[in-house]
């Protein structure tokens, strides 16, 4: 599996002849689209917010071939228009493409800070397996999710604790995403291989407000806890070697 960080909070995924997009908008101008060479492209959404589904860029990406899949409570909230859209319940599994099974994706439960529908996705492929939060908020779900789908080998996590003033959303007080010592706590319990913080670095003053400093302070506490993190930057990525199969 080859992971590629994209803008925001989003991912890209290939194996084999397949590429999956999860949470992918349009980045600004300093930053490069995607490069896709596959033949098959997927989408997974966790919600419908506008930083997280960009439906004119994913067309652009996966067209009238591609499948755009997301829970069945987040599709109401969208407009699809030509897009090819299936959806799933919670730890229901499915293959895509269902022609060479590349990957099998699972919704997981999250919990929305603005009270809306929201998943995260559990993805494997290759025998790899990796866990995208969304923009979830802190839940009680972290431990069930490590036991039935575990162990990660990577994890990507929201950690910037925005406070907002946006229409009727207005400053409560209470962060809507998960803050940095949340985000450690989340990643201790599902103990992976390795921490990608995604969702951060936005800063709109009186409208958008994120924890000061919220990058450092979550890789030293993360440190502190003994977990290894990569911050990628937009654009950065690796390769997860296929599991070897072991001999009986």
Known sequence: ????????????????????????????EAELDPEVT??????????????????????????GTGTLVTHHDVLP????????V?????????ILPHSTADFVVHAVPASD?????????????GGKRILHAGDTLWHGHWWSIARLYG???????PMNAPRINIGR????????????????AAARILAPELVVPIHYGRHEPGRYVETPDALNTFLKLAQEAGLKV???????????????????
Do not use: C
């Open 1 to 28: 599996m080859q992971i590629q960080r994209l803008h925001w909070a989003g991912v890209q995924l290939t194996a084999r002849d397949t590429t999956l997009f999860i949470d992918t908008i349009t980045p600004p």
């Open 230 to 248: 990569n911050a990628m930057q937009p654009g950065e990525g690796f390769d997860l070697k296929p599991q070897a199969a072991v001999p009986i």
């Open 151 to 157: 162990p990660f080998d990577v994890v990507f996590l």
């Open 77 to 84: 909230f969208l407009n699809v228009g030509s897009l090819k």
């Open 38 to 63: 596959t033949t098959h492209r997927h989408a997974l959404l966790t919600h419908h917010h506008a930083d997280h589904a960009d439906l004119g860029y994913i067309h652009k990406w996966i067209g």
């Open 169 to 184: 959303f207005q400053d409560s007080g209470i962060p809507i995403v998960m803050t940095p010592e949340q985000a450690v």
């Open 86 to 94: 299936r959806t799933v319940g919670l730890h229901q599994p499915l």
């Open 113 to 125: 800070g603005l009270g809306d529908p929201q998943v995260s996705w559990v993805v494997e492929a």
